[in-house]
């Protein structure tokens, strides 16, 4: 039987391919893989930021029962989600950063609740989600005390706030809370989800490791 490639012949297929990656310039000019590149890099950035954006809105959120049937109970009637000005704050509001580098890192990081919904079920019942409330709630606690309310700060700044419109007890206390450099969650736990029990003491080893207290 005589080789494919023997002298003289044309190389088969595979090895066409295999030349046209690895050698490319050979047959394609530079401006057309310049601007090949170009093009698979914008659909590449645009189906990557797609794809950011389907994930990132209350509708994804809730899709999985465990966040329907307890966090988002919950958050139903509370004055993020209904309140007399009409306006909003849903779950990527609150839980996901909007600068871009830090929305990455969120979104690496919620990978890891997609193995414990797909593979380990660890809060897949209401009796299991109560039993790791607690361990859920400071990790969102530390994240938002190391960002200093980060989140919160997209809607609710103190720079902006007219003491004056205020009442007196809101006023006074948000005043202290800006002379003592306090942040948005030292004061504000649970504004919008159940809070697990013995939150206040939980909350105040958050804040001591986060000062390094």
Known sequence: M???????????????????????????????????GVVLGVLFWGGFNWAMEMTNNEEFCISCHEMRDNVYAEYEGTVHQSNSSGVRAT?????????????VVRKIQASYELYGHFITGVIDTPEKFDAHRLDM??????????????ECRNCHDFEFMDFTLQENRAAQNHQAALD?????IDCHQGIAH??????LNAYKDVAARVEGR
């Open 91 to 103: 779950c990527p509001d609150c839980h996901v950063p909007k600068e871009w580098g830090p929305k």
């Open 137 to 150: 709630a400071t990790s969102v606690w530390t994240a938002m005390k190391k960002t200093d309310s980060r």
């Open 180 to 184: 003592q450099g306090k942040t948005c």
């Open 2 to 36: 005589t080789e494919n490639n023997t002298k003289g012949e044309r190389p088969g297929f595979f090895r066409r391919v295999w030349n046209f990656f690895t050698r490319p310039a050979v047959a394609i000019a530079a401006g057309t893989l310049l601007l090949a």
């Open 194 to 199: 159940r809070l697990p029990e013995d939150y």
